[in-house]
């Protein structure tokens, strides 16, 4: 449970001390790319459906505009607060840094809990505050781009580009001022995935390094590795499909009003449905029952995946997580505490700001596509085809035997939207985790893999800034 004295945008600097000791940047330098650059705090009324007016809360951030637009996800919520969104803004910084998106890091909050409120009233909230961004300048596609996170998706997204357009006519490259939009609107295929897959790829990719392994006393690979989610939403629930799909056994799944237990392994889709239906996920047919929610996080299993919110594992809990890994798939899951126990007691956390990119990488690429206007794969998929065709007609007469119908159908597909999105996200996961692994590697005094990534981050950012030539 959240802890009140928790201040997260400190946690998020502590960390950032931390690995700016083991880079040669100048104090100055530091201290910028720490700072938040521009908070709007706002207040705006909403009528309720029952004729009240309610005041709303809400922030936008901008951390950083060493690259723009800024980017980063709206979270509705009724823990959100300026510290908050500052953290997560900060977060969004370093984590486009790692996986070179280039983007200044941005966030967004409205405090209220959408559970409480109807499809028309989140309607009006999400409409008016896209309507105060607007008037402060503070979105655009060249300026600061929304996307999804806690609490939102795909309709609210809907909202803000609709209501972007109509205060903006004529706009052409309109459609690019939020990301997560449904495919009618300009969205990527692939986005809604995008984070748990994203997930996915960074956790094989640790576990396909041996000598990572060898230190954590795990065999290599995925396969048969006893997984623990924490939180069904958008990301907790593709991480669980993309485990189950690699060949790992999601054993517990936790929500907020409980958790469940299944040795032989729990499908996401069916637990869903079975949450949908009952309204809870206790009494899933076949699985156990956990105490209290929390307990999932404590249980026996490999790869521990918080994928709700921050501050779940601290100093109270840490000491009873059995996992040797844990991929931060929510923002902040771990207090700096609990980071000094797993250090000491030798479990390996992939740290958010990298392992979650998979949301803004994509992201990136539906930008792109709303800027250039075509969907992916629409100028050379026909291209690709006939030519694989061609060559494959050309073999099976030289060797005078043809291939399967199946291998076929696999060697002449050219590649559609989703393909590239996934294989464009595949390398970049890849690429970011084996780029921290390197820096980690050549510095033995780095303790952790968190601050591997930082040092990652802090590099890219300030050598933005000197080649801006604003620092020496
Ligand atoms: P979501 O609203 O779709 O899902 C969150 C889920 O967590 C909900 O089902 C909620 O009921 C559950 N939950 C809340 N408190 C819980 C608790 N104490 N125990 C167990 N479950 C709990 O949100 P999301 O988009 O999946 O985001 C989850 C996390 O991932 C956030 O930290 C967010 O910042 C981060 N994230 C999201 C994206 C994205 O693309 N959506 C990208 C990067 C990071």
């Not at 996920?281 to 999932?296: Q, R, V, Y």
Request: aromatic share 8%; with cysteine; hydrophobic share 40%.
């Amino acid at each position: 449970m959240l802890n009140e004295q928790y201040n997260f945008f400190e946690s998020v600097e502590q960390s950032f001390d931390k690995a700016a000791k083991f880079t040669k940047w100048d104090k100055g330098l530091l201290e910028q790319i720490k700072a938040c650059n521009s908070i709007y705090s706002m207040k705006f009324p909403v009528k309720m459906d029952d004729g009240r007016i309610e005041v709303i809360e809400a922030y936008r951030v901008q951390h950083s505009q060493h690259k723009t637009p800024c980017k980063g996800g709206i979270r509705f919520s009724n823990a959100v607060n300026q510290d908050e969104v500052m953290a997560l803004a900060s977060l969004m910084t370093y984590k486009c840094a790692i996986v070179n998106v280039p983007f200044g890091g941005g966030k967004g909050g409205i405090k209220i809990d959408p559970r409480q409120h109807s499809a028309y009233e989140l309607e009006k909230i999400t409409r008016r505050y896209t309507a105060e961004l607007v008037k402060k300048n503070f979105i655009g596609p060249g300026i600061d781009v929304p996307a999804p996170d806690y609490g939102t998706g795909e309709r609210e997204m809907s909202w803000i580009v609709d209501t972007y357009t109509s205060l903006k006519p004529g706009e052409i490259d309109a459609a690019g001022c939020v990301t997560g939009k449904p495919i009618s609107q300009g969205g990527v295929h692939g986005r809604k995935e995008a984070t748990g897959l994203g997930v996915f790829f960074g956790i094989r990719e640790v576990c396909n390094m041996p000598e990572i392994m060898q230190k954590l006393g795990m065999p290599i690979g995925i396969v048969d590795k006893k997984v623990v989610i924490q939180g069904l939403g958008n990301v907790g629930y593709h991480s669980a499909k993309f485990f189950r799909e690699g060949g790992a056994i999601v054993v517990a799944i936790a929500e907020y009003e409980g958790a469940i237990y299944k040795t032989d392994g729990l499908n996401e889709e069916e637990v869903f449905q079975h949450r949908k239906k009952t309204g809870s996920i206790l009494n899933f047919p076949g699985a156990t029952n956990l105490a209290k929610s929390s307990d999932a996080l404590e249980m026996d299993c490999d790869i521990l995946i918080p994928a709700a919110l921050e501050n779940v594992i601290h100093a109270d809990n840490a000491p009873n997580v059995k996992a040797r890994i844990i991929g931060e798939a929510a923002n902040g899951p771990l207090s700096p505490e609990a980071d000094e126990i797993f250090i000491k007691r030798g479990i390996l956390v992939v740290p958010d700001m990298y392992l979650n990119a998979g949301g803004v990488t994509v992201s990136y690429f539906e930008w792109l596509k709303n800027l250039s206007h075509v969907r992916y794969g629409r100028m050379e998929k026909r291209f690709q085809e006939n030519m694989n065709k061609h060559i494959l007609g050309q073999m099976e007469n030289l060797a005078g035997k043809q291939v399967s119908k199946k291998e076929k159908d696999y060697i002449l597909h050219g590649a559609d939207e989703i393909d590239l999105v996934h294989s464009g996200l595949e390398e970049t996961m890849i690429g970011a985790t084996r780029e921290i692994m390197d820096i980690w590697h050549a510095n033995p005094s780095i303790p952790d893999m968190r601050t591997a990534a930082y040092v990652c981050a802090i590099n890219k950012v300030a050598i933005s800034y000197v080649e801006l030539g604003i620092f020496p």
